[in-house]
């Protein structure tokens, strides 16, 4: 197994994408003070895990993160890339090449790869222990590491030797071993504290136990009388709702046979008054032919009075105009002849006219009579709407209280059913410290 490859992007000084191939055999990186080799170790450490930012010679953790140039903007995040060359199969993995990366954002996140999937960093630590690589290892010696070696206490020595000895990740393993045991021991100190929180409970729990069951029984027989009360009312409700529908028919159907009455009195109203309407205009017709007689009466009598006059003024002519006072006479007599006509055929009609208003008044008072049965058929048939609509009311009354008493068993049900949860879960855990003490 050796180092293959080195992939540096926005870490410190690499800004762009920076991929370094190790080969078999030695490799040396020079330059001038200044030039970044430092950061390339620096790199290989926090890659492998370094979590102290002063070991990688910053401040602050983003320092690890290109912080920008002149040319360039800062990066918001830096990664390296490990590529580790396992074809002798070195490494606990089925591929001939490991990569393991770490990625760190401005925004404080930190993230891990082995082969691109994402792990926790103990996987990492516990996969480089294996291959006996780390961080803190004499993997990566930097300047006056020697020195620090030569002159470290034994106990400090110590961890260089079992490093090199490969026993790192069984180190790793027992630390969690021993971090798993405190925190079983952690667990089980607190199931006795909740062991001796819940003892003295089961008494009262029995008892809520009891009386849930007396509950569920009253329950079941409440359910059961609500049932039939709600059934009796809801019967009667549509029972009252089939009368007033019963009622509301009839209604209808007198209601209709009332207004075809109605209908018929208007159309022979309508009749009578085209026909007064016809006999008016005749008695109009006939007055205007009476006032036009009674003018050429008047012209006669008038005519007739001159002539008398001119009778007595001239009686010399008396023989001559005796025919024309003859003629004027006929014509006199002829024309109150046809005023007595015309006079009596006026007097006949405004009769018959007279006749029709009285028929017409008791078709009128008639109208008004079918009028006011159908007034009083249509407060008949509100009442009975009124008495639909009380009705479904009270069946909507009776519908919204049987479901508000089956939303309140139901939240009853659900306590019940949650507390029954909750005493199921005290009499397991007890069963299982039960279990565990006896063992």
């Known amino acids: 197994m050796y180092l293959k490859r080195l992939t540096l992007h926005g870490f410190k000084s690499f800004a762009t994408r920076t991929v370094l191939e190790f080969s078999p055999g030695l490799t040396a990186i020079i330059g001038a003070n200044g030039s970044g080799k430092s950061n390339i170790a620096d790199a290989l450490r926090w890659v492998l895990g370094e979590q102290s930012v002063r070991q990688l010679r910053g401040r602050k953790g983003d320092d690890v993160i290109f912080a920008g140039s002149n040319n360039r903007g800062a990066a918001q995040m830096a990664e390296v890339g490990l ?18 990366a770490r990625r760190s954002f401005r925004s404080g996140e930190t993230e891990y790869l082995i082969n691109g999937q994402r792990v926790r960093l103990r996987d990492v630590l516990l996969l480089l222990a ?3 690589i780390g961080h803190d290892s004499y993997t990566v010696i930097g300047q006056g590491l020697i020195d620090q070696a030569l002159s470290a206490r034994p106990e400090e ?58 509950y569920l029984t009253a329950r079941d027989e409440l359910a059961r009388l609500l049932t039939q009360w709600f059934r009796y009312q809801v019967a009667a409700a549509r029972l009252a709702v089939t009368t007033a529908e019963a009622v509301e028919v009839t209604s209808q159907a007198k209601l209709g046979d009332i207004r075809t009455g109605l209908e018929a009195h208007e159309q022979q109203t309508a009749d009578l008054r085209a026909q007064r309407e016809t006999l008016t205009q005749a008695i ?26 001119r009778h007595a003024a001239l009686e010399r002519q008396r023989m001559d105009i005796a025919g024309e006072q003859s003629q004027q006479d006929a014509e006199a007599q002829s024309a109150r002849a046809e005023a007595e006509r015309l006079e009596a055929q006026i007097a006949a009609t ?10 017409l008044q008791a078709l009128e008072s008639g109208q008004a009579s079918a009028r006011r049965e159908q007034e009083t058929a249509e407060a008949r048939l509100r009442t009975a709407q009124r ?39 005290t009499q397991d855990k007890l069963d299982t410290i039960e279990a565990q003490l006896a063992v």
């Open 130 to 132: 294996q291959a006996r």
């Open 83 to 100: 590529v580790l060359d396992n074809s002798s199969g070195w490494l606990p993995s089925e591929f001939s090449e490991v990569t393991v």
């Open 284 to 309: 109009v017709s006939l007055r205007r032919e009476r006032g036009e007689v009674s003018a050429r009466l008047q012209t006669a009598e008038r005519d007739l009075a001159v002539g008398q006059e």
């Open 387 to 425: 008495d639909v609509i009380q009705a479904q009311a009270r069946l909507g009354t009776a519908q919204g209280e049987l479901g508000r008493m089956q939303r309140q068993l139901g939240d009853r049900n659900r306590a019940l059913a949650a507390r029954q949860d909750a005493t199921r879960i």
């Open 157 to 214: 020595r110590r961890a260089l030797f079992e490093d090199a000895a490969g026993i790192r990740q069984f180190q790793v393993q027992r630390t969690d071993a021993e971090q798993k045991l405190s925190l079983t021991q952690t667990n089980l100190s607190r199931l006795r504290d909740i062991i001796g929180e819940i003892e003295p409970r089961l008494a009262p729990l029995a008892e809520q136990a009891r009386r849930a069951k007396e």
């Open 350 to 359: 405004e009769a018959w006219a007279e006749e029709g208003a009285q028929t």
